[in-house]
């Protein structure tokens, strides 16, 4: 069993979805293709959902009427004059009477939740009619609502997850099962999602409980690259990568993959292979619990990140300073991911500024608060790197002329990090590049 994941721009138009259909049918054995909406869907409909919660629901109507017109064109090109495109204009032409009948009611929390996962049971239709009608691969679909759940703590629950969606396999009749990325039902029963670039995670979540063979996630490009393309020329797609490695960078900015979506694979060892659409037959990035020891694998960067430096006296041999520190920010839901410490300081950093001020005022109680935004994270991802010789040596002194503002050394023997401010990353990126590949 393989997990096949498609995203929005590898659906993004009936071109696209017909390639992706010769895809899967070059992949041989039982499948379970997991679908993303088609690219921009996702945001029209969070922004469906920002213009009824101010009120604007007529802009709301407009926004979802344009929308449809394009879906009606996407299956006239996509299912031509079948009898699946007749059945299809209608399943659009329902589906949008659903989204305004969602923008006619009150708005609410739950109102957006079943509003934004509109984009993958569209796309899912489409491709599951347009196999059975088109190619000669039959396939099922399976609806992610049905399996997909998450706890109270709104984290998907693997063992319950696992259990529904092996119940339901049992009555497909085809090897190709067609579910969507991103759908979840919340532990109250309400629709509900996994948040933004969800449809990894649900891959992942699917072949782990599945214990599949591997997991491929296929987008538009040819893997993780060892820098930034756009700012470092030239990058290469990296071969391999260990699960840690693969995690520091998913976290770091490296936008392929959603930050989450390696743990449930590295938990179940399931391979994780990122594949190119555009180019087929291209490697890709192999993410598996297979190291290779190597000085450095890849430099990626993390920007508008907010420093904040709390100093203090009474930091000095105390016990119980930081865990009050860190408290305030548990208080706002507000995640820590750099921090180094001295004797009367400490340094943090936070990438959702949204309740800086609170956590700012809360904490001058402790000592006195200093906070700079506009930063970025700068990690340096390898096998153990952070305990080779000269790993120090040779990323300071390429960055001799940048002043740094923290350094995390030790966190994690596959990661080294820095914080620098945002106006000298690209400069930091491309000496990091010569000095270290
Ligand atoms: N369609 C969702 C999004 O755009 C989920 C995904 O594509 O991964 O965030
Ligand atoms: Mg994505």
């Given amino acids: 069993m393989k997990i096949l994941k498609f995203g929005g721009t590898s659906v993004g138009s009936p071109e696209r979805m017909k ?46 009427n344009d929308l449809e017109v394009k879906y009606h064109e996407f299956v006239d090109e996509l299912l031509g004059q079948a009898p699946a495109a007749d059945t299809n204009h209608e399943f659009v032409k329902q589906t949008f009477a659903d989204i305004r009948a969602l923008v006619d009611e009150k708005y609410s929390e739950q109102v957006a939740k ?15 009619d347009y196999l059975n009608s088109h190619t000669n ?16 703590y709104a984290e998907p629950d693997l063992k319950l997850s696992g259990k529904k969606l092996k119940h339901l396999l049992t009555e497909v009749k085809n090897d190709v099962v067609i579910t969507q990325g991103y759908i979840a039902r919340n532990a109250a029963g309400g629709m509900d999602n996994l948040r933004r ?25 040819d ?9 470092v020329q030239p990058t290469h797609p990296l071969a391999n990568l260990s699960f840690e490695e693969a995690s520091e960078l998913a976290y770091f900015g ?87 410490t001295s004797e009367i300081a400490v340094s943090l950093t936070i990438d959702n ?14 000592g006195t608060v200093e906070v700079d935004a ?15 010789k000269g790993m120090g040596k040779a990323i300071f002194e390429a960055l001799d002329e940048i002043p740094l503002r923290m350094i995390s050394y030790g966190g994690s023997r596959n990661n080294i990090s820095l914080l620098v401010s945002e106006e000298h990353k690209k400069e930091a990126l491309i000496k990091l590049h010569k000095a270290l590949f």
């Avoid at 409909?45 to 604007?56: A, P």
């Fill in 197 to 221: 670039g969800g449809s990894d995670y649900s891959a992942t979540i699917i072949g782990a409980v599945l214990g599949a063979e591997e997991v491929q996630i296929w987008t538009d490009i």
């Fill in 374 to 388: 506009k930063q970025t994270i700068i990690c340096i991802v390898g096998d153990l790197i952070a305990e080779r």
């Fill in 254 to 340: 490296a936008k392929v993959l959603h930050p989450h979506c390696i743990v449930p694979a590295q938990l179940h060892e399931v391979p994780v292979r990122i594949k190119n659409t555009m180019d087929p037959d291209a490697h890709g990035t192999l993410i598996s619990s297979h190291r290779e020891p190597e000085a450095v694998k890849a430099i990626a960067a993390k920007d508008h990140i907010t420093a904040i430096k709390i100093k203090s006296s009474r930091m000095v041999m105390a016990y119980g300073f930081l865990k009050r520190v860190f408290e305030v920010f548990e208080k706002y839901r507000t995640p820590i991911d750099m921090i180094t």
């Fill in 353 to 366: 500024p949204e309740h800086i001020d609170a956590i700012s005022k809360e904490i001058s109680q402790y």
């Fill in 114 to 128: 079943m509003l934004v996962v509109k984009g993958e049971l569209i796309s899912t239709r489409f491709f599951t």
């Fill in 223 to 231: 893997g993780m690259h060892n820098n930034d393309p756009r700012i």
């Fill in 137 to 152: 691969t039959a396939a099922d679909m399976v609806m992610a609502q049905d399996f997909m759940s998450l706890d109270e």
């Fill in 19 to 64: 390639q992706v259909a010769e895809i899967i049918a070059g992949v041989p054995g039982e499948k379970i293709v997991v679908l993303s909406a088609v690219s921009g869907t996702t945001n029209t409909l969070v922004s469906i959902c920002e213009q009824c919660e101010k009120g604007n629901k007529e802009e709301a109507s407009r926004i979802a």
